[in-house]
């Protein structure tokens, strides 16, 4: 059996989106997997036909990442293939779409839009919604600098985010016509069509700070007017879609409950009247919380289908799929196993198509709880692989914390091995018993790995998710008490030989850790907040979270968020540390990474800084393969240099 290494992401096939047409018959999905010699990642869309479960390629450019069904059965997928789909000076903008049909034959171009659209949706067979970003700045002649008025300044997985606005438009196809339906300063997201309207969040921000939470509206197409259903900061939307036509139903929080840790609740609004009913407080998190770095792609996590709505939500270590009625009465148990259903579809006569992660298995499709894909059969059946082990324990609080331990690959009963306690990011999330490539490969290369879900994490209600002002506190003692337990129960993990590390919330704990005690030999600390001062100006979230989080703003109490920024005591550490950190990570910026190796080089602790270039937060999970394959060897490397008896020295 071959051990997993970090070069095993170059085997690895991600399924994603998967979507029924009209009628059902068939299902497309997206199957992708790293190039190494374009440094990217190849999509193409598949076929699934729902009668016989058979599968079958449709496109083979690796350039189809997403797509969109028509009224007429065939799909719709954004390319650029040609010179003619390139910008250029007369179209500085330009989105092209091209059509396939899933009987045979080739894409053909079917229309290029002269905008940077990122959403299609269907109103009917001639007319579609889109969405697209707008640039209402100036043009500037060369790339050599940046021009900012406005707050935030850049969006992670963007960039610079300088005078540019969502904007909402209907495209129809027989004549080429382009119809605006938003102010170009009016910050829009589309969310849903049915029945000739369009239901769209936004609100206008014309320059200076953004507003914190989108409103809510309905567009009509016959009357060619928008009704405003909700005020901007009325609600955090998670998510929205018709019921009915005279009903939408959302999935939101009241930024006021519990600002940042609420889970949310699902509410219909009435478009007629504007009344609005709580349907169901969730006291879970709505949508797919599992974390993994096995995961690249989309897909649904929600959808109504007649008078029932479909929804993932987050039951403890799980992402499982539930039902409920209207009226909030019917709410289901779980439809699916332990594990994490990443996306879904259902089909008007009931078939139920999930994308899902179940066992030591990466993601693959299951039909009706069969499963119909068998992308990663081969590269499973060929790879010594560590089962998760979970456990449970009461920490000092008489809180029940959940967790989990992987056996090094080829562990031997009494022989002692250095371990690793991994962090999870968020801290909104969970880790679950799913396929996590890096954790895997640690296992492989000798480590016992452990992993909870401290307080501050999914799945467990409101209460539980309680983190706000907390930081460093009760989740804190969790992770060491979860350490010690593991220790107990354990005996072969040598106590002498412990390494720590986590990305974004897991590598704030991190630097926590580090400042607060020296039990661990080594950590690595990536994509981490340091300082909740500068986090709360440099970071694209940094206003609203670090007042959501910590419960102060800088100028209201900064001795608060400096008291519970890792900084402050990171003259108290001796634990030799490697941080990474990306140069376009907008979301936990670079300057909090760079600050605590500074800190620790000033005060004669052992520190390594790995800077990629041209790379987001998602680095872990969505980075160029190379990078991707770089950072894993990075981290690997240095827990062996510390824990590592044949290493050290």
């Given at each position: 059996m071959n051990p997993v290494t970090p070069e095993t992401l170059l085997r690895l096939q991600f399924v994603s989106n998967p979507s029924f047409s009209e009628d059902g018959s068939l299902a497309a999905f997206v199957l992708a997997h790293a190039d190494i010699n374009e440094n990217s990642y190849k999509h193409d869309i598949y076929l699934l036909r729902v009668k016989d479960g058979s599968v079958a390629r449709l496109t083979a450019g690796g350039d189809a990442a997403g797509y969109v069904w028509t009224k007429q059965g065939k799909i719709l997928f954004q390319a650029s293939r040609s010179k003619d789909d390139q910008p250029d000076k007369e179209a500085p903008e330009k989105t092209s779409f091209y059509e396939i049909d899933p009987a045979g034959g080739e894409a053909v171009r079917a229309f290029t839009l002269p905008i940077a659209a990122s959403r299609l949706i269907?109103?009917?067979?001639?007319?579609?919604?889109?969405?697209?970003?707008?640039?209402?700045?100036?043009?500037?002649?060369?790339?050599?600098?940046?021009?900012?008025?406005?707050?935030?300044?850049?969006?992670?997985?963007?960039?610079?985010?300088?005078?540019?606005?969502?904007?909402?438009?209907?495209?129809?196809?027989?004549?080429?016509?382009?119809?605006?339906?938003?102010?170009?300063?009016?910050?829009?997201?589309?969310?849903?069509?049915?029945?000739?309207?369009?239901?769209?969040?936004?609100?206008?921000?014309?320059?200076?700070?953004?507003?914190?939470?989108?409103?809510?509206?309905?567009?009509?197409?016959?009357?060619?007017?928008?009704?405003?259903?909700?005020?901007?900061?009325?609600?955090?939307?998670?998510?929205?879609?018709?019921?009915?036509?005279?009903?939408?139903?959302?999935?939101?929080?009241?930024?006021?409950?519990?600002?940042?840790?609420?889970?949310?609740?699902?509410?219909?609004?009435?478009?007629?009247?504007?009344?609005?009913?709580?349907?169901?407080?969730?006291?879970?998190?709505?949508?797919?919380?599992?974390?993994?770095?096995?995961?690249?792609?989309?897909?649904?996590?929600?959808?109504?289908?007649?008078?029932?709505?479909?929804?993932?939500?987050?039951?403890?270590?799980?992402a499982y799929l539930r039902t409920i009625k209207l009226d909030g009465s019917g709410l289901s148990e779980p439809l699916t196993p332990d594990g994490s259903v990443d996306s879904f579809d259902v089909s008007n006569d009931g078939h139920i198509l999930i994308c899902a992660m179940y066992g030591d298995k990466p993601a693959e499709l299951y039909l009706d709880g069969k499963q119909v894909t068998f992308f990663n059969e081969g590269l499973l059946k060929e790879t010594a692989l560590s089962t998760p082990i979970y456990?449970?324990?009461?920490?000092?609080?008489?809180?029940?914390?959940?967790?989990?331990?992987?056996?090094?690959?080829?562990?031997?009963?009494?022989?002692?091995?250095?371990?690793?306690?991994h962090i999870h990011g968020g801290p909104l999330t969970v880790f679950g018993s799913v396929f996590h490539l890096e954790m895997q490969q640690w296992a492989s290369a000798g480590f016992f790995v452990i992993y909870c879900n401290p307080r501050g994490g999914d799945g467990r209600g409101d209460e539980f998710a309680d983190l706000c002002n907390k930081y460093g506190t009760v989740d804190y003692r969790d992770l060491m008490e979860f350490t010690d337990q593991m220790l107990k129960v354990y005996p072969d993990i040598d106590k002498d030989r412990l390494g720590v590390t986590g990305g974004s919330y897991g590598g704030f704990m991190t630097n926590w850790i580090i400042g607060h005690t020296n039990r661990f030999k080594c950590a690595c600390s990536q994509r981490s907040i340091s300082n909740w001062i500068v986090f709360e100006h440099t970071s694209d979230i940094g206003p609203s979270f670090t007042r959501n989080h910590q419960g102060a703003s800088t100028r209201e109490n900064v001795h608060q968020l400096w008291d519970h920024s890792p900084l402050k005591y990171a003259d108290k550490c001796t634990t030799p540390t490697l941080f990474i950190c990306s140069d376009r990570d907008y979301r936990c910026w670079m300057a909090d990474g760079l600050a605590m190796f500074t800190a620790l080089k000033m005060h004669d602790c052992p520190a390594r800084l790995v800077l990629f270039h041209d790379e987001t937060h998602e680095l872990s999970r969505s980075g160029k393969p190379r990078n991707r394959i770089k950072r894993m060897s990075e981290i690997t490397d240095w827990m062996k240099q510390y824990l590592m008896e044949e290493h050290k020295g």
């Amino acid at each position: 059996m071959n051990p997993v290494t970090p070069e095993t992401l170059l085997r690895l096939q991600f399924v994603s989106n998967p979507s029924f047409s009209e009628d059902g018959s068939l299902a497309a999905f997206v199957l992708a997997h790293a190039d190494i010699n374009e440094n990217s990642y190849k999509h193409d869309i598949y076929l699934l036909r729902v009668k016989d479960g058979s599968v079958a390629r449709l496109t083979a450019g690796g350039d189809a990442a997403g797509y969109v069904w028509t009224k007429q059965g065939k799909i719709l997928f954004q390319a650029s293939r040609s010179k003619d789909d390139q910008p250029d000076k007369e179209a500085p903008e330009k989105t092209s779409f091209y059509e396939i049909d899933p009987a045979g034959g080739e894409a053909v171009r079917a229309f290029t839009l002269p905008i940077a659209a990122s959403r299609l949706i269907p109103v009917d067979e001639d007319l579609y919604a889109v969405q697209a970003l707008q640039n209402n700045g100036q043009a500037r002649k060369d790339r050599a600098y940046e021009i900012i008025e406005e707050s935030p300044f850049w969006f992670n997985g963007r960039g610079f985010t300088e005078a540019l606005r969502g904007r909402i438009y209907l495209y129809r196809r027989s004549t080429g016509q382009l119809t605006p339906l938003t102010d170009p300063w009016f910050n829009a997201g589309l969310c849903d069509v049915k029945d000739g309207q369009i239901l769209y969040t936004g609100a206008l921000w014309e320059r200076g700070m953004r507003y914190q939470y989108p409103g809510l509206y309905l567009y009509s197409i016959s009357d060619k007017t928008s009704k405003q259903l909700a005020d901007k900061d009325t609600y955090a939307f998670y998510g929205a879609e018709f019921w009915g036509r005279h009903q939408v139903m959302i999935n939101a929080k009241d930024p006021d409950e519990l600002p940042g840790m609420s889970t949310g609740s699902l509410y219909v609004i009435d478009t007629d009247t504007l009344a609005v009913t709580n349907v169901h407080h969730m006291q879970r998190g709505l949508g797919g919380s599992v974390g993994t770095d096995a995961r690249l792609g989309g897909g649904r996590q929600s959808k109504v289908v007649g008078d029932t709505y479909y929804f993932v939500t987050t039951i403890d270590e799980s992402a499982y799929l539930r039902t409920i009625k209207l009226d909030g009465s019917g709410l289901s148990e779980p439809l699916t196993p332990d594990g994490s259903v990443d996306s879904f579809d259902v089909s008007n006569d009931g078939h139920i198509l999930i994308c899902a992660m179940y066992g030591d298995k990466p993601a693959e499709l299951y039909l009706d709880g069969k499963q119909v894909t068998f992308f990663n059969e081969g590269l499973l059946k060929e790879t010594a692989l560590s089962t998760p082990i979970y456990y449970e324990f009461t920490d000092s609080d008489g809180v029940r914390i959940h967790g989990f331990c992987m056996k090094p690959v080829g562990y031997q009963e009494g022989k002692k091995y250095p371990c690793i306690l991994h962090i999870h990011g968020g801290p909104l999330t969970v880790f679950g018993s799913v396929f996590h490539l890096e954790m895997q490969q640690w296992a492989s290369a000798g480590f016992f790995v452990i992993y909870c879900n401290p307080r501050g994490g999914d799945g467990r209600g409101d209460e539980f998710a309680d983190l706000c002002n907390k930081y460093g506190t009760v989740d804190y003692r969790d992770l060491m008490e979860f350490t010690d337990q593991m220790l107990k129960v354990y005996p072969d993990i040598d106590k002498d030989r412990l390494g720590v590390t986590g990305g974004s919330y897991g590598g704030f704990m991190t630097n926590w850790i580090i400042g607060h005690t020296n039990r661990f030999k080594c950590a690595c600390s990536q994509r981490s907040i340091s300082n909740w001062i500068v986090f709360e100006h440099t970071s694209d979230i940094g206003p609203s979270f670090t007042r959501n989080h910590q419960g102060a703003s800088t100028r209201e109490n900064v001795h608060q968020l400096w008291d519970h920024s890792p900084l402050k005591y990171a003259d108290k550490c001796t634990t030799p540390t490697l941080f990474i950190c990306s140069d376009r990570d907008y979301r936990c910026w670079m300057a909090d990474g760079l600050a605590m190796f500074t800190a620790l080089k000033m005060h004669d602790c052992p520190a390594r800084l790995v800077l990629f270039h041209d790379e987001t937060h998602e680095l872990s999970r969505s980075g160029k393969p190379r990078n991707r394959i770089k950072r894993m060897s990075e981290i690997t490397d240095w827990m062996k240099q510390y824990l590592m008896e044949e290493h050290k020295g």
